[in-house]
């Protein structure tokens, strides 16, 4: 029998409403794995397993029972929290205490969610790493921005996590770590509370360990039950799609994508090969001067009065954000308004689009949290994306795809991205 | 010679480049205007004289001079800022203090403008007013979300002022109040570190008594040169335009648009009349389905935590937002985004709208802060709007007419709304 904290979100609920296992019995499973595991993995900028347990106590007396009840959630350190300090990843913030939980944590609690410990952010979500290390092997990076929730569900701490994403954080290390990750179309979960470094890119999203957990946990966030996995799925219509950006994959990406179209026919998948629209080759670019002349401001504070604290390569995007000039940043926002009615198209005769997710294994090294090359077009395009992890490359550690769904079609890309997952599973 | 308090924004640059004004002389000045009138106007929630002295006298000191340099500038009380505190007009914010300025606060201290201190808001920004009176009558209201910001620019207290709008709560108060209220076209200014009630619809603006100086500000604010006026401006193309909310306009708003397309077109502008197509007689409906849902999410944790401490009809608004289905609202986004791509075609002939800004005067007491029943349709379009104030009322309050852009063409509405306050001031 495998031990409580192995177990997903959508195996536990059950168990938990039929009060097979408590609250307090989940949570010491939880912690107990915590314990073991943390000092290599460090996961965590705070967590307080006396609070922890308190919070399970309560549960297990409460009442009413939501659809996340009980279920230990973890929290990224730029989403606020009233009940534990948000430091950005930042000693700027050392000790900062919101006054309220950002709308996307107090709809967890509210379904019932524990929200169990702030997880490892890089500074502000960019790109100086935290000491999180890949749970596979503790001398690669465990990617990042939303490093500490990545590690923690794939090292079994916790079945569900918060991310966020404004280039790849939420994609490429569910990848490195061998995950799913859901970064929703924009805007589907609030991003209000949440550190902004991106007005028009920062997107919440969730980590879980299979895509139906994934789309249990966005479901009752944003009480969109539509987002729930269908017991009944129809083999899908996938769009095999190399971007722009292929020359960025390593050999185990270029190997996976030469097999995987075959894998996913043979298990009755339709699929085709889609070329995207040459404007889109300007997207990974236009990324940077976009995101680059927002964090300039949203960071202007920090900027103003804390450079001294700032590290680098974060202190020379904001210098290279004030070198943006509107006329540039409103040219690059109509390209990517226009190529944002042109996916669509795109995906005209299928599904969901399935594209690498990252451009190998997760990098050796802590110094660096990867590259986000395959993720970044489709954030800013404000796409549904869904990392499936698919094997394992020569080093043993993970490999995955993300599927890419229509903007405001996130029910039908969870739904193809869990057949994928079943699918996969079936092979390895 | 009139007062150093009287003078606006755009007279006083060169007098401070030049040092013929100091920033402390300034800063007295507007502090003794606000020691007179506070007591009946209540414009400010949080100021400390000895505090904007010293931060005057740091202005006088400092080499770099930013184009607003040593301009006071009143904040509303739902932005952050790092040396006051924020409450939100709410008492469960009571003593507040944020680790950080919003970025819109930061710019305009980077710009070198004097943050002189908070203004009152409404609870979060919505409907349960705040102590605030109209000066120009203590027994009427000043409009309302950004009360404070409105009446303090209007009674000379300060030059400029922070409002942000979601609903009506720049324009509105604009209007009442009898200055220039200027929201610019969603996403020009940001609006992180601002208490967020709606995230596709805040809007941070600008309040001042002339359209040049909320140019001045905004253009030093979002570092866009081209939203100055320009000295040699030609007659604009004006389509007026009554939208499907006439039927609010009380007698006085009906007489001023029986006679302000003569006086435009006396002057010089070219004047059509412009109805807007049937699909947008919805928008007024689908502002309310989208803003309760959203504001349901954004102030979730006080709803979940702090529910007692909440006024009607805020605590309403919530549960109605509870209510509004995700199919709903993912149907009204659906038809507004349409509507944004017809703007474009109704303001075909004309550099922009001239609608109404406001039903009438404003309305006697201070239960309320009026009706944003002309204002909600272009929040949620993301056009500009300006308020430009026109004469007076039947009980000798100010009127106004309201200008509407393309989105995203804020200067071209800003042009229009200086040609218009030009041509009206030769009438008064």
Sequence with gaps: MRALYELGAAELAPMLERREVSAEQLARACLERIAEREPVVHA???????????????????????????????????????????????????GNRPAADAPCVALARAAGALALGKTVTTEFATFPPGPTTNPHNPAHTPGGSSSGSAAAVADRMLPLAFGTQTGGSIIRPAAFCGIVG??????????????????????????????????????????????????????????????????AAQPETQKLFEDIGGHLARSGARVTRVALPPEFDALADLHATIWDFEIARCLADEHLRHRDRLREPLRGQLARGWAVSADAYDAAQRTVRSCRHKLADALRDCDALVVPAAPGEAPAGLGSTGDSVFNRMWTLLHAPCVCVPVGRGPLGLPLAVQVVGRIGEDARALACAHWIQLSEARRF
Excluded: N
């Design 182 to 247: 859901y970064k929703p179309s924009f805007g589907l979960l609030p991003r209000v509370g949440v550190k902004a470094i991106s007005d028009s890119l920062d997107t919440v999203g969730v980590f879980a360990r299979s895509v139906e957990d994934a789309a249990l946990f966005a479901a009752a966030l944003s009480r969109r039950e539509a987002l729930r996995i269908p017991r009944e799925l129809r083999a899908p219509r996938v769009g095999l799609c190399l971007t722009p950006q292929w020359p």
């Design 44 to 94: 965590f900028a705070h967590m307080d397993p006396e609070r922890a347990l308190a919070g399970a106590r309560a549960l297990d007396r409460a009442a009413a029972r939501g659809p996340l009840h009980a279920l230990p959630v973890g929290v990224k350190d730029i989403i606020d929290t009233f009940d534990y300090p948000t430091e950005h990843g930042s000693p700027i913030y050392a």
